[in-house]
Nanobody, 128 residues
């Protein structure tokens, strides 16, 4: 069983930045896909960004069009943590953000389907 612990949510004004962290209780996050997803009350959970850590150290990242060029997903294998740097935040980015992981390849437009492990979620609120 993999546990994911998220942190870094909060409230910020439009145009501001936040960084979310997701630490996994695994030996390594190489060859593991980790992703960030968000959900607004009453709406479906949608993909934000994913990262697949190739054994060689390279990464494959993917972003939803709505966050491309504003958000950056990265990871640090040494502390088994994936990050989501969110810049130029907009009120429409307000949501609960969830971290997820699976031991399988991922690429293309992020989708919440097929993930085995989920974090508890962290609230991000962007005011205008």
């Amino acid at each position: 069983q993999v546990q994911l612990v998220e942190s870094g949510g909060g409230s910020v004004e439009a145009g501001g930045s936040l960084r979310l962290s997701c630490t996994a209780s695994v030996y390594t996050i190489t060859s593991v896909c980790m992703g960030w997803f968000r959900q607004v009350l009453g709406h479906e959970r949608v993909g934000v960004a994913t990262i697949f850590n190739v054994y060689s150290g390279a990464t494959i990242t993917a972003y939803a069009d709505s966050v491309k060029y504003r958000f950056t997903i990265s990871y640090a294998n040494i502390n088994k943590t994936a990050y989501l740097q969110m810049n130029s935040l907009k009120p429409e980015d307000t949501a609960i953000y969830y971290c997820a992981a699976r031991r399988a390849y991922c690429s293309g437009a992020p989708s919440p389907n097929g993930y085995d492990y989920w974090g508890q979620g962290t609230q991000v609120t962007v005011s205008s």
